[in-house]
Each structure stands twice: as structure tokens, then as C-alpha cells.
């Protein structure tokens, strides 16, 4: 079966731009975690959804937010870029439910910001 | 809260030696416990992952760990490493399917080969 899909793979955007990031996951997981990885701070948790709902939140500032649609695709946005948020941004779509538990991810999405 | 130690930032090994990557946790309750590979610029693929059963779990491409609950350990093993091995190892902990709380990771180990 497919697997979990990001895109765009790669974006340049300017400093206080605003970037929309997507994620498909595979067919029949509800639930999607975004996480964003930097060589200074690792794997940070943004933010959980499962049914359209955020579950959880990491410690970000609010200019980090998401959503997920009927389908359970995800989008997550980010607004009034910064310097720091240049990252590779990783999706992950998880099983809710049965004996095959786990989070996949997909390739990611690199973000550079100059 | 729960956390992951990887105390290892970087290994080399020769090409056909042994390898053991470690990895401690802190988790309230029973571990989901999981190993990501991640070679340069791509996504996380599983290694394995436990939750339950034995204590020693195979995965894909010759690995295996071992839960040790006693020494809150998820220690990484293969026998012979390739040169394709080298990548960067990341060890997570996080909740089963019906869980609510996020997948925590370690800070990752980078794996580099020699020949």
C-alpha cells in the first residue's frame, strides 16, 4: 500500500513569508504527527491529529498550526517565517486501532528560509 | 515525562564488525518502543519496534534489540555491519495504537563505516 506522502519536498521562502506544508498519510490511519528536526535540536513533536482533531500540542509558538480534513490528509502552517525554522519537517501517520502499531513517515519536507 | 537517551552522538565501526547501539528511556507506563534509520536528507523508516513478548525483537536488514525493563534499555545490535548501514539511528518511546501522549526521540546516534 502507499505510503505516507509529503509535499512539496523542498521550499525556499523569505523571512515573513508564510509556508503551508501537506501530508497524506496511508489509507485508513486517522491519526497524523508532525514533527520538525534540526541538526541543533533533533526530532521536536508540533502537534497530533486524529478525526480532525488536534490531540496534542508540542511547545510551539502559535505561529505553528495545523489542521486535518475529512480525509485525513494534513496540512500544517507556519506564519511570519523565521531564520530558525529553516528545518526538514516530517509527517507521520499512525494506526489507531489492531495489532499493526507504529508511526511511518514520510520523506519530509525541507524548509529554507533566507 | 517520558525521555530518551542516546548516549552515543557518533560510532564508526569497520565494515563486518559488530555494532550495539544504546538507548535508555523513561516512560510512566508500558513502552512502546521503537528504532528509526535515517540516511542523509530522507524521512524515518522503521528498524523494529516492541511492546510486549520477548525481550529480543528482529527487524528489517539484520538488526535486532532487546528490552531490558530492569535497566530501562533498548539497546540496538547487528552482528556484521555493512557499509550501507551507515546512517543516523534514532531510538523512540511512545504509546501503542490507542494512545494519546506523542513519540518522544532520542537525539539519534550518526553510524559511520570504514572499510
Known amino acids: 500500500k502507499a505510503g505516507v506522502t509529503q509535499t512539496p519536498r523542498y521550499l525556499i521562502k523569505t523571512r515573513g513569508q508564510q509556508v503551508t506544508l501537506s501530508c497524506s498519510p496511508i489509507?485508513?490511519?486517522?491519526?497524523v504527527s508532525w514533527y520538525q528536526q534540526t541538526p541543533g535540536q533533533g526530532l521536536q513533536f508540533l502537534f497530533e491529529y486524529f478525526s480532525e482533531t488536534q490531540r496534542n500540542k508540542g511547545n510551539f509558538p502559535g505561529r505553528f498550526s495545523g489542521r486535518q480534513f475529512s480525509n485525513s490528509r494534513s496540512e500544517m502552517n507556519v506564519s511570519t517565517l523565521e531564520l530558525g525554522d529553516s528545518a526538514l519537517y516530517l509527517c507521520?501517520?499512525?494506526?489507531?486501532?489492531?495489532?499493526?502499531?507504529?508511526?511511518?513517515f514520510g520523506s519530509g519536507t525541507r524548509l529554507t528560509v533566507v | 515525562a517520558q525521555s530518551v537517551t542516546q548516549p552515543d552522538i557518533h560510532i564508526t565501526v569497520s565494515e563486518g564488525a559488530s555494532l550495539e547501539l544504546r538507548c535508555n528511556y523513561s516512560y510512566g507506563a508500558t513502552p512502546y518502543l521503537f528504532w528509526y534509520v535515517q540516511s542523509p536528507g530522507q524521512g524515518l523508516q522503521l528498524l523494529l519496534k516492541y511492546f510486549s513478548g520477548d525481550t529480543l525483537v528482529q527487524g528489517i536488514k539484520g538488526f535486532e534489540a532487546e528490552f531490558k525493563r530492569s535497566q530501562s534499555s533498548f539497546n540496538l545490535r547487528k552482528p556484521s555491519v555493512h557499509w550501507s548501514d551507515a546512517a543516523e539511528y534514532f531510538c523512540a518511546v511512545g504509546p501503542g495504537n490507542s494512545g494519546n501522549t506523542p513519540l518522544v526521540f532520542g537525539k539519534g546516534t550518526r553510524l559511520s563505516v570504514i572499510a
Open positions: 489509507s485508513g490511519h486517522r491519526s
Open positions: 507521520a501517520s499512525r494506526a489507531t486501532s489492531g495489532t499493526n502499531y507504529g508511526y511511518t
